[in-house]
């Protein structure tokens, strides 16, 4: 029998990969594998549809194609191991899979915080559907909520829960929110718009201690401060969901580390010719932007990268050699992008943000719509805006070394 494509990561990404694997032609069997019991949905509005109201799956489900009619999805049944020199997969169920070509998008999980006595309820984590299903049931007109962590996800959910009535304070070790990604003065102006609808920022500090013996009733501060609050919302970063591939020889620092063409590496650096990773999991170089390698959070990115391998996979296990051989000639190079909203401000950014050294107000003005480029010497490495998305849209294509 013909080993399998197996998918491991019933994602955006996993599904783009098994929808570009059948659009280019593979024909035999293929197999998606998730943890999660719910088919592919879209993760951006867990930290604001999903929060703002009550919906259900259906709400934010991905619609399925009918090229994926006769696709294997074993959902809600990890993998736990693999074993990349025989080629197969165990799940948690005790099954063990063969394949043909691996493809490997299981994405990030949250980091939590790992503190003695934490509660055994009120501490919740944004990354899936159920995280998210169960927030939105705490966040009740008058609640006291309090966000660790100032990035993107945290600063949206604090938006959200003030909405629906909260009191809202964001806690921070930086000296301002979403500093990284954004750059010092951007970053303030959101802050402001942020305090001009009650949210409270306490920055340049970190949590010593979570209270509450079953259920959190407040956290305290590393200067001595201790804040009250119903709910604790943890938005302090992300892992790489690679803990099934230990055993392996494969570069699994910080994701799985993969080529310009997304074949996973071994840990000399060589590639192994039919594993290969996309979405957040993945290590990449972008060299018009960035020497070295990185995992990009963007939502452009399991996309882009799930149609290259998928082409590339279909054309592997087919029988144009001259056109397999034409695709792996083709870099993946991809522009990164990620939009965010919060209140009235509605962020689109193109390129590597924190790559920048120089930060200029290209247009409009501070405090309303504007639009900042993103510099390394001459070139501009990045572009964000509030507003004026068709005009940050222009922009698109002149960021990157060189291309400014």
């Not at 945290?154 to 921070?172: D, M, N, Y």
Request: aromatic share 6%; hydrophobic share 40%.
């Amino acid at each position: 029998m013909t080993r399998p494509v197996i998918v491991v990561g019933a994602s955006m990404g996993g599904l783009r990969a098994a929808e570009t694997l059948r659009k280019s032609g593979y024909e035999g069997r293929l197999v998606v594998i998730g943890d999660e019991p719910h088919a592919p949905y879209n993760r951006p509005p867990l930290s604001k549809e999903v929060l703002a109201e009550q919906v259900d799956h259906a709400a934010v489900a991905f619609p399925l194609s009918e090229v994926l009619d006769d696709v294997e999805w074993v959902l809600g049944n990890a993998v736990v191991s693999a074993d990349l020199d025989t080629q197969s997969v165990t799940l948690a169920d005790g099954q063990v899979l063969d394949y043909s070509c691996l493809i490997i998008a299981t994405g990030l999980r949250p980091r939590r915080l790992d503190l003695p006595g934490k509660p055994n309820s009120g501490a919740h984590a944004i990354r899936t559907l159920d995280d998210a299903m169960a927030l939105r049931a705490e966040l009740k007109q008058g609640a006291k909520v309090v966000v660790y962590g100032a990035g993107f996800i945290g600063c949206e959910a604090a938006a959200t829960a003030t909405k629906l009535g909260a009191s809202v304070t964001v806690v921070g070790r930086g000296p301002v929110p979403m500093l990284r990604p954004l750059g010092q003065q951007l970053a303030e102006d959101i802050q402001r718009r942020h305090e001009a609808h009650g949210v409270r920022f306490v920055m340049n500090t970190f949590l010593t201690e979570i209270l509450g013996e079953e259920k959190v009733t407040g956290v305290v501060l590393d200067n001595g401060e201790t804040l009250e609050c119903d709910v604790l919302i943890e938005s302090i970063g992300s892992l790489p969901n690679t803990e099934f591939l230990e055993g392996n020889d494969i570069d699994i620092e910080s994701g799985v580390h993969v080529n310009s063409t997304l074949h996973a590496l071994r840990k000399d650096g060589t590639p192994w010719s039919n594993v290969y990773a996309i979405g957040d999991v993945a290590r990449f170089p972008i060299p018009q932007f960035d020497p070295t390698t990185r995992r990009v959070e963007h939502w452009n990115i399991p996309t882009e990268m799930a149609r290259k391998v998928g082409k590339q996979v279909a054309l592997q296990l087919g029988e144009d050699l001259e056109a397999h051989a034409t695709e792996l000639a083709k870099n993946f190079a991809p522009i990164p992008s990620f939009w965010s909203d919060q209140f009235e401000v509605s962020l689109l950014a193109y390129g590597l943000l924190d790559q920048g050294e120089d930060v200029r107000l290209l247009e409009g003005e501070v405090g309303g719509e504007c639009i900042y480029g993103y510099f390394k010497g001459d070139d501009m490495v990045g572009v964000c805006g509030i507003g004026m998305r068709s005009k940050v849209m222009g922009y698109r294509n002149k960021v990157g070394i060189a291309a400014s």
